[in-house]
């Protein structure tokens, strides 16, 4: 678990400082505010899987940074993560029930070949996303629909292409 937040600093008095559940205590550390100047990285980097369950990720901008790392993302598709959890695309959606959502992970866990395939996807996928890629995306839309009432939502859409 990574942050600093209440949540993680109540999860780890609840859990007397340590988690003892049957995935290992050693498997869970809680290490509080990571700086973006390569530690975060580094922490992404060093999983097998971003394992991802918020209902309400506005933006899923963890997502993509875990993908730009080639880190295969398990996460519910909602909100903002909704069209970055796009099969083929680095990422695997779960289903919203903790049953459903483990049995995902647990596939992909034991499957070394799919997490390689969905790393390999994901870095390009993540890419599309850059911030000069979206605002030349966005430029097109506006100089689309400037170009008076007769555009069509096709041209929009293709202009954003």
């Known amino acids: 678990m990574i942050g600093a937040s209440s949540r993680a600093a109540t999860a780890r008095h609840s859990a007397g400082g340590t988690v003892s559940r049957p995935i290992g205590a050693d498997a869970v550390q809680f290490v509080g505010y990571l700086r973006r100047d ?3 990285q580094d922490c ?3 999983g097998d899987l971003f394992v991802f369950a918020s209902r309400t990720e506005t933006q899923g901008l963890v997502l993509l940074e875990a993908l730009a790392l080639g880190v295969p993302v398990v996460a519910l598709a909602v909100l903002g993560t909704r069209e970055i959890v796009l099969p083929g ?3 695997c959606v779960a289903p919203d029930d903790p049953a459903g959502f483990a049995a995902v992970v647990s596939s992909l866990m034991h499957d ?3 997490r390689a395939r969905m790393a390999r996807a ?4 993540a890419a599309e ?3 000069d890629v979206t605002a030349r995306g966005l430029i097109a ?3 689309a629909l400037a170009r008076g009432p007769d555009t069509s939502p096709a041209d929009v859409v293709a ?3």
């Open 89 to 91: 695309r680095g990422a």
């Open 44 to 46: 992404y980097a060093a």
């Open 38 to 40: 390569g530690e975060l």
């Open 112 to 114: 070394p070949d799919a």
């Open 122 to 125: 994901g870095p390009a996928f």
């Open 129 to 131: 996303w850059d911030t």
């Open 141 to 143: 839309v506006y100089e």
């Open 159 to 161: 202009a954003r292409a």
